[in-house]
C-alpha cells in the first residue's frame, strides 16, 4: 500500500483524514476511489459470513450484504453487481449517503466483537460504480407494454425508484417536478462533496431511456389540479418530500442575508452544475470570505457548514440548543465538519438578529438542559444573563422542515393529512383517502432517508400494480 493510502485508515467510517480548511479540495476523492477500489475485495473478505445477517436486518432495503460481499471477495463483481440492483433501484446512491453507522455497519458482527465493521456502504458504491464503467447497468427493456398510466408528482428517489419499478411492468409512467431537474434533494438538497450530481444524473437518464417521461418545471397545484392529474392516469402516487423550513421566529428575522439551508444549499448545487445563479455570482449566497453562522444541529446543518468551509468562508459557526451527545445529526457528520475547522457552540440558542438593513451580528443565550421532556430528551433552558455576542454575515437557518399544505396546494381539499401535515395513507397499501392516489416517501414519513424513500417507492409500486390490475379486471367485465 502506497504512504498516501496509508492515510485512510479510517476508511471503512468514509471519513476524510485531517486536513486544513483551505487544501480540502484536492485529490482527496480520487485517492479516496482509488483506495477504495484496492481495498473493497479485501473488506468484502472480512466478512465472517455470521449466519445471522444483521446488516441486511437492519438495511430497510434487506439488501442481501453477505451474499454480494462474497461474491466480490471472490472478484466476481457482475454477479455482485446483479444482486445489489436486485434489491436497490440506487446502490451507488445508496453506498455513498446512507448513515451506514446507522444502519447496516451499525449492526455488523464484527464491528459488535470490536474489530471495526465492514465497510459495506463503500463495497456496494464500489461494485456500482465497477458496473457502471464496465456497462453492465442498462435500461430497463419492456417485454410487454401495457396501456395503463400512471402519473408519479416527484422525481425524488421514492417516485424514480417507484417509476422504475412499475415501468419494469410495462406500465407507461411520467414524472411530473416542479424543479428543472429530476432527483429531488439528490440533485438540490445533498452537496456534490458527499453524492456527486454526475451520479444522480446519469441514473435519471437511463430512466428516460427506458421510456419514463419527465415533465420538468410543472408544479401540481399551478400547472394542474390532482383532479386534472387524476383524470389523466390510471394512478396517481404522490411523492412530493417535505420543504416547508422551520423558522426562527426572532427580532431581526426580517433582516437581509439570512437565508435557509434549501436556499443555500440549492444555489451551491446549481453552481456546481454549471447554472448561472444570481444569488450566488452576486456574493449574496456565496460564503467565501465571510463569517458564516448556521443554526441547527441535524444532517442539513452539517451539510450547510461544510458547504461554507469549501465555499472557503472565513469562520463557520455551528450554534445548537442542545449538547454533542444529544445532536440530531450523525456522529460521524459532525466530527468531519470539526476537523475541517467548523467550530460548534453547543448550548447555544439565538436571541436575536442584529444589524441596520442586513444582519450584522447575532445575540446569543446560553442554554443548560433541565429534565427530560415528554419525549424523554432534557429540556433546553436558558441560562439567566447569559447573552453574548457572534459576528456575522450570513446566516443559515437548518432547522428541519415540515410539510407543505398539500391539500391547499393541489387544490384538493378532500385529501387527508396526518396532524402532522403528512399525507394519511393505508399502510398497507399506501393508498390515500382518495381511490387510485397513493404516496411514498417523506411526504408521508416526514423528513428521512433516502433508503426509505426507495423502499417506500418499491413497496408502493407493488400497491399501484395490485389496485390497475384490478381496475383493468373490472373494466373488462364491463365490457
Ligand atoms: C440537505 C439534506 C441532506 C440530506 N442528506 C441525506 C443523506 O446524506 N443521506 C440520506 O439518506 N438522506 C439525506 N437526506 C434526506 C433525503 O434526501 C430525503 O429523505 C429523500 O430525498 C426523500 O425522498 P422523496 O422522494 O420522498 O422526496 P424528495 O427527494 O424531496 O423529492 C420530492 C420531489 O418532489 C418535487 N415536488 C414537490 N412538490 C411538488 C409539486 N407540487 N409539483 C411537482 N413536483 C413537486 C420536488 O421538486 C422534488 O423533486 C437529506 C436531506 C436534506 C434536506
Ligand atoms: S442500502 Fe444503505 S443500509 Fe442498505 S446495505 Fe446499502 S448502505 Fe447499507
Known amino acids: 500500500m502506497s504512504d498516501k493510502m496509508l492515510k485512510f485508515v479510517n476508511i471503512g467510517q468514509q471519513t476524510p483524514p485531517k486536513r486544513k480548511a483551505s487544501n480540502r479540495k484536492d485529490d482527496f476523492n480520487e485517492i479516496y476511489n482509488e483506495f477504495i477500489q484496492e481495498k473493497a475485495g479485501e ?40 444482486l445489489a440492483q436486485s434489491t436497490n433501484n440506487m446502490p451507488e446512491v445508496c453506498g455513498r449517503i446512507c448513515p451506514q453507522d446507522r444502519l447496516c455497519e451499525g449492526n455488523c458482527v464484527i464491528e459488535q466483537s470490536g474489530h471495526g465493521t465492514v465497510t459495506i456502504g463503500s463495497v456496494e458504491k464500489y461494485i456500482t460504480d465497477t458496473a457502471w464503467k464496465e456497462g453492465w447497468v442498462k435500461p430497463i427493456k419492456v417485454r410487454t407494454e401495457k396501456t395503463q398510466s400512471v402519473g408519479i408528482i416527484g422525481a ?74 387524476r383524470d389523466k392516469h390510471d394512478a396517481i402516487l404522490v411523492a412530493t418530500g417535505v420543504y416547508k423550513a422551520r423558522e ?74 442542545r449538547d454533542k451527545e444529544n445532536m440530531p445529526g450523525s456522529a ?58 457572534v459576528n456575522v454575515d450570513l446566516v443559515i437557518k437548518a432547522l428541519g422542515f415540515d410539510p407543505e399544505n398539500l391539500p391547499k396546494l393541489f387544490n384538493s381539499n378532500d385529501l387527508q393529512v396526518t396532524k402532522w401535515g403528512t399525507l394519511k395513507v393505508d399502510f398497507n397499501t399506501m393508498e390515500s383517502n382518495l381511490p387510485g392516489v397513493f404516496a411514498a416517501g417523506d411526504i408521508v414519513r416526514g423528513a428521512s432517508l433516502v433508503v426509505w424513500a ?26
Open 43 to 82: 473488506q468484502a473478505s472480512r466478512c465472517s459470513q455470521c449466519g445471522v445477517p444483521f446488516c441486511q436486518i437492519h438495511c430497510p432495503l434487506s439488501n442481501n450484504i453477505p451474499d454480494w460481499l462474497k461474491l466480490t471477495a471472490e472478484g466476481r463483481l457482475k454477479e455482485a453487481y446483479d
Open 156 to 229: 425524488g428517489p421514492a417516485g424514480l425508484a417507484a417509476g422504475e419499478q412499475l415501468r419494469k411492468l410495462g406500465y407507461q409512467i411520467t414524472i411530473y417536478d416542479r424543479y428543472d431537474r429530476s432527483g429531488g434533494l439528490l440533485i438540490y438538497g445533498i452537496p456534490n462533496f458527499k453524492l456527486e450530481k454526475f451520479v444522480v444524473e446519469r441514473r435519471t437518464k437511463l430512466l428516460n431511456d427506458c421510456g419514463i417521461k419527465f415533465v420538468q418545471n410543472f408544479e401540481v397545484g399551478k400547472d394542474a389540479t390532482l383532479d386534472q392529474l
Open 248 to 321: 426562527v421566529d426572532l427580532p431581526g428575522k426580517d433582516l437581509a442575508n439570512i437565508f435557509s439551508a434549501m436556499e443555500f444549499l440549492t444555489a451551491s448545487n446549481k453552481k456546481g452544475l454549471g447554472d448561472k445563479v444570481e444569488l450566488f455570482d452576486n456574493g449574496t449566497l456565496n460564503a467565501e470570505g465571510k463569517d458564516i453562522v448556521v443554526i441547527g444541529g441535524g444532517d442539513t446543518a452539517m451539510d450547510c457548514v461544510r458547504t461554507s468551509i469549501r465555499q472557503n468562508a472565513k469562520s463557520v459557526k455551528c450554534l445548537y440548543r
Open 332 to 389: 460521524r457528520e459532525v466530527g468531519n465538519a470539526e476537523e475541517e475547522g467548523v467550530e460548534f457552540i453547543w448550548l447555544s440558542s439565538p436571541k436575536e438578529f442584529i444589524g441596520k438593513n442586513k444582519v450584522e451580528s447575532l445575540a446569543v443565550d446560553r442554554i443548560k438542559l433541565g429534565e427530560p421532556d415528554d419525549s424523554g430528551r432534557r429540556k433546553p433552558e436558558i441560562q439567566e444573563n447569559s447573552e453574548f455576542n
Open 454 to 479: 426507495i423502499r417506500d417507492g418499491r413497496d408502493v409500486a407493488e400497491s399501484i400494480r395490485r389496485f390497475l390490475e384490478q381496475k383493468e379486471l373490472k373494466t373488462s367485465k364491463v365490457a
